[in-house]
Protein backbone atom coordinates (compact mmCIF):
# COMPACT_ATOMS: atom_id res chain seq x y z
CA UNK A 1 0.00 0.00 0.00
CA UNK A 2 0.83 3.16 -0.77
CA UNK A 3 0.08 5.42 2.50
CA UNK A 4 -2.00 8.07 1.64
CA UNK A 5 -3.99 11.05 4.27
CA UNK A 6 -7.07 11.58 2.71
CA UNK A 7 -6.79 15.64 3.71
CA UNK A 8 -3.91 15.92 0.89
CA UNK A 9 -5.09 13.26 -1.20
CA UNK A 10 -6.87 12.71 -4.69
CA UNK A 11 -9.79 11.18 -5.58
CA UNK A 12 -7.94 8.63 -7.98
CA UNK A 13 -5.19 7.59 -5.05
CA UNK A 14 -8.19 7.42 -2.59
CA UNK A 15 -10.22 5.19 -4.68
CA UNK A 16 -7.17 3.24 -5.43
CA UNK A 17 -5.99 3.06 -1.73
CA UNK A 18 -10.02 1.43 -1.31
CA UNK A 19 -9.55 -1.22 -4.52
CA UNK A 20 -6.18 -2.19 -2.91
CA UNK A 21 -7.83 -2.74 0.45
CA UNK A 22 -10.09 -4.93 -0.99
CA UNK A 23 -7.78 -6.48 -3.66
CA UNK A 24 -5.21 -7.46 -0.51
CA UNK A 25 -7.99 -8.66 2.15
CA UNK A 26 -8.49 -5.98 4.73
CA UNK A 27 -11.61 -5.08 3.51
CA UNK A 28 -14.59 -7.07 2.20
CA UNK A 29 -16.61 -4.25 0.45
CA UNK A 30 -17.30 -1.25 0.61
CA UNK A 31 -21.10 -0.21 0.20
CA UNK A 32 -22.92 3.14 -0.01
CA UNK A 33 -26.89 1.66 0.88
CA UNK A 34 -28.12 4.25 3.03
CA UNK A 35 -26.57 7.74 4.34
CA UNK A 36 -23.21 6.67 5.35
CA UNK A 37 -20.59 4.53 3.07
CA UNK A 38 -20.61 1.39 5.36
CA UNK A 39 -16.49 -0.44 5.35
CA UNK A 40 -17.05 -4.38 6.11
CA UNK A 41 -13.97 -4.95 7.39
CA UNK A 42 -11.96 -8.11 7.34
CA UNK A 43 -9.50 -10.13 10.08
CA UNK A 44 -6.36 -8.59 8.27
CA UNK A 45 -8.27 -4.96 8.98
CA UNK A 46 -7.97 -5.83 12.98
CA UNK A 47 -3.99 -6.89 12.81
CA UNK A 48 -3.19 -3.52 11.43
CA UNK A 49 -1.92 -0.84 14.25
CA UNK A 50 -4.44 1.57 15.47
CA UNK A 51 -2.63 4.31 12.89
CA UNK A 52 -3.17 2.76 9.59
CA UNK A 53 -6.09 1.61 10.44
CA UNK A 54 -7.59 5.45 10.65
CA UNK A 55 -5.42 6.21 7.01
CA UNK A 56 -7.35 3.53 5.70
CA UNK A 57 -10.98 4.42 7.22
CA UNK A 58 -9.74 8.21 6.44
CA UNK A 59 -9.45 7.47 2.72
CA UNK A 60 -13.17 6.13 2.78
CA UNK A 61 -14.45 8.95 4.41
CA UNK A 62 -12.28 11.32 2.37
CA UNK A 63 -13.83 9.71 -0.74
CA UNK A 64 -17.62 9.83 0.12
CA UNK A 65 -17.69 13.18 2.04
CA UNK A 66 -19.38 15.72 -0.12
CA UNK A 67 -18.19 19.26 1.67
CA UNK A 68 -21.14 20.78 0.32
CA UNK A 69 -23.71 19.01 2.13
CA UNK A 70 -24.96 20.75 5.61
CA UNK A 71 -25.03 17.12 7.17
CA UNK A 72 -23.30 15.25 9.66
CA UNK A 73 -21.09 12.84 7.73
CA UNK A 74 -19.78 9.32 9.21
CA UNK A 75 -18.19 5.94 7.77
CA UNK A 76 -19.27 3.12 9.62
CA UNK A 77 -17.51 -0.12 9.93
CA UNK A 78 -18.90 -3.63 10.36
CA UNK A 79 -17.08 -7.30 10.73
CA UNK A 80 -17.40 -9.25 7.43
CA UNK A 81 -17.76 -12.45 9.23
CA UNK A 82 -20.28 -11.90 11.98
CA UNK A 83 -21.84 -8.09 10.86
CA UNK A 84 -21.86 -6.31 13.86
CA UNK A 85 -20.76 -2.88 13.58
CA UNK A 86 -17.23 -2.59 15.21
CA UNK A 87 -16.67 1.37 14.84
CA UNK A 88 -17.15 4.27 13.05
CA UNK A 89 -15.59 7.61 11.67
CA UNK A 90 -17.28 10.34 12.53
CA UNK A 91 -16.91 14.35 11.91
CA UNK A 92 -18.46 15.24 14.96
CA UNK A 93 -15.99 13.22 16.79
CA UNK A 94 -12.91 12.81 14.44
CA UNK A 95 -10.89 9.71 13.89
CA UNK A 96 -11.96 6.16 14.45
CA UNK A 97 -13.59 5.03 16.85
CA UNK A 98 -13.37 1.30 17.33
CA UNK A 99 -15.87 -0.65 19.71
Sequence with gaps: FRRVL???ATQESRRKV???AV??????RVETPAK???VWVK???YALDFKRKQDLIGCVY???FNPSSDQPFAVLLYDSKTGN???N???NNPGLKMH
Excluded at 23 to 28: S, V
Aim: hydrophobic content about 35%.
Design 36 to 38: YPH
Design 89 to 91: FHE
Design 85 to 87: EVG
Design 43 to 45: PAF
Design 18 to 20: IAD
Design 23 to 28: KYGIFD
Design 6 to 8: FRS
Design 62 to 64: GYH
